[in-house]
Nanobody
């Protein structure tokens, strides 16, 4: 079992920055890829950044060049650095992990159904 706990959300003005964290607890040695999703009321959950067990990353066009995903394996923590935030970035942000007992490389992906562990979400609000 794996538990994911996000933190770091908040309210910022347009152009502001935040760094979200996702601390993982439990048996994470079989976990990858990892990802950040976001969701606003009435819309589907949107994958915005994903990272494999090495350095390969993927970003949605809407956040490319503004958001950066990274991992600190020693701290069992996934991060999302957000800069130049815009009102359309307002959402609940979720981290996710694919943790399965298969020793093969799995690439970054935005397919929500690929992830079997999710955090509880952290709110990001950008005000103009």
């Amino acid at each position: 079992q794996v538990q994911l706990v996000e933190s770091g959300g908040g309210s910022v003005p347009v152009g502001g920055s935040l760094k979200l964290s996702c601390k993982a607890y439990g048996a994470t040695y079989n976990c990858h890829p990892w990802a950040w999703f976001r969701q606003t009321p009435g819309k589907e959950r949107e994958g915005i950044a994903s990272i494999d067990n090495d350095v390969d990353t993927a970003y949605a066009d809407s956040v490319k060049d503004r958001f950066t995903i990274s991992r600190d394996d020693a701290k069992n923590t996934l991060y999302l650095q957000l800069i130049n935030l815009q009102p359309e970035d307002t959402a609940i942000y979720y981290c996710a992990a694919q943790c399965i007992n298969r020793a093969i490389w799995r690439p970054p992906t935005f397919e929500a159904s690929s992830y079997n562990y999710w955090g509880q979400g952290t709110q990001v609000t950008v005000s103009s």
